[in-house]
């Protein structure tokens, strides 16, 4: 694979369940990061992860955890789906944190009933 | 409070010029991004900007004023490829990205 991954492409959940979206980068690149897109609103910022071992809450973490126990792999958990959390949900990973291109998943669209 | 403002949705004719305005209110300012996003697609990187002045890459340029906390994306001779949401994004003082809700821009023939 070359860049950034994400499984799956799309989900539709019943409330109430458990979840993992996943995200595979292959250029090790330090920092990674979670974000949902809602029609009207920008990216907004779930979870980050400046290095492996170490995550970070950003603007609306309820709800979500994350993990990296390495450098190419950041997951996305819901631990009980809600329908609010219906929206789609791009990885984005940079070289490192702060004054770096990002670069984005291709987005899992999820939809919870 | 960290607030960036861009229209909504904007309209051009192929071939033409089109500037897109961002402003952004928040202190610890540490640069201005814009990426492009197609309909069902990632964002993608356009440009970044941290001192005052134009940037130009190619047929788009990007344009930044730290004093007035403005921002703007010109593109040129616009293609119907050009057609897309162009997001704004500012690096704030933790060094995250503050999104815009993005500006849709529609081209005509």
């Known amino acids: 694979i070359a860049g950034i991954t994400q499984a799956p492409t799309s989900q539709i959940l019943a409330a109430g369940r458990r979840m993992t979206l996943r995200c595979t980068q292959d250029?090790?690149?330090?920092?990674m990061y979670w974000y949902r897109q809602d029609l009207g609103l920008g990216l907004r910022l779930i979870h980050y992860s400046n290095t492996a071992g170490t995550t970070g809450k950003g603007e609306v973490p309820d709800g979500y955890s994350v993990s990296r126990a390495n450098t190419d792999d950041f997951p996305l958990t819901l631990a009980s789906a809600v329908p609010s959390q219906t929206s789609v949900y791009f990885c984005?990973?940079?070289?490192?944190?702060?004054?770096?291109?990002?670069?984005f998943g291709p987005g899992t669209r999820l939809t919870v009933l | 409070g960290q607030n960036i403002d861009q229209p909504t949705e904007m309209t051009a004719t192929e071939g033409a010029i089109v500037q897109i305005n961002c402003t952004y209110q928040t202190s610890g300012f540490n640069g201005l991004f814009w990426y492009q996003q197609h309909a069902g697609e990632a964002p993608t990187f356009l440009s970044y900007?941290?001192l005052d002045g134009l940037e130009e890459k190619g047929r788009f340029s990007s344009f930044l004023s730290r004093s007035k906390g403005y921002s703007y994306l010109l593109l040129k001779e616009l293609q119907m490829k050009d057609s897309a949401s162009y997001l704004c994004?500012?690096?704030?003082?933790?060094?995250?990205?503050?999104w815009g809700a993005g500006t849709k821009l529609i081209i005509k023939p």
């Open positions: 250029m090790r690149h330090n920092a």
């Open positions: 994004a500012e690096l704030d003082s933790n060094y995250q990205l503050i």
């Open positions: 984005a990973s940079s070289e490192e944190a702060g004054v770096h291109e990002q670069f």
């Open positions: 900007n941290v």
